[in-house]
């Protein structure tokens, strides 16, 4: 379900149209089993995002491998930044930066550099409102994910990060740090949006 909504989105009318016979038939079996909602449903309801974000790790290390199926393929982000890191395209990464260590802003920073044009891929009207507007339309959404954070969870959040090239550690002695990729990508949002504080 994970790899669902990173590749395929959470419109679960429109979905099985772009899907093959097979995948649309184990879409619907999903959808029956879990009884599963489309996009905006109350909070008690299932949806493939609550439940990407329920499994963030497993969400984070899918987008990492799943570079070029995602809707903005990381050679886009590219261009906007070198080297942008796949595991940055889901909004599900946002659960596990760590809450406040000195790299937190800048992995905050480098995924919302994502966000802003997820949200204009999603939505055409965005397109020419100005990037100031499309990043405080991703805020409700961002927040809702910083929120999902608990500090209980570091030491498997920090692996994850390791794990996925957003944190390095040049050896054991040494706490880790931000990639050169997010680092680079966080300055390229800055540029565009300051050093905005998003918490």
């Not at 261009?79 to 000195?102: E, G, N």
């Not at 204009?120 to 990043?135: E, F, S, T, Y």
Request: net charge positive; with cysteine.
């Amino acid at each position: 379900m994970c790899t669902i909504f990173l590749t395929r989105g959470t419109n679960l009318v429109n979905m099985p149209k772009k899907m093959s016979a097979d995948g649309a038939e184990l879409l619907e079996k999903l959808i029956q089993n879990y009884n599963l909602k489309k996009g905006q449903a109350p909070p008690e309801d299932l949806t493939l995002s609550r439940i990407a974000l329920a499994f963030y790790q497993v969400t984070v290390l899918t987008a990492h491998k799943s570079g070029p199926h995602l809707p903005i393929k990381p050679s886009y982000m590219a261009t906007i930044s070198a080297d942008y890191p796949a595991a940055l395209m889901t909004q599900a990464v946002a659960a596990a930066i760590p809450i406040d260590k000195s790299y937190s802003m800048a992995l905050i920073h480098a995924h919302c550099l994502y966000l802003v044009e997820l949200a204009k891929l999603i939505n055409h009207r965005m397109k020419n409102q100005g990037d100031a507007l499309v990043l405080e339309s991703c805020l409700p959404a961002l927040h809702a994910a910083l929120n999902k954070r608990h500090p209980e969870a570091l030491e498997d959040n920090l692996w994850l990060l390791l794990e996925v090239g957003l944190l390095v550690k040049r050896s054991d002695a040494e706490p880790e740090v931000v990639s050169k990729a997010v680092l680079r990508a966080a300055q390229a949002f800055r540029s565009r949006h300051r050093n905005v504080y998003i918490m």
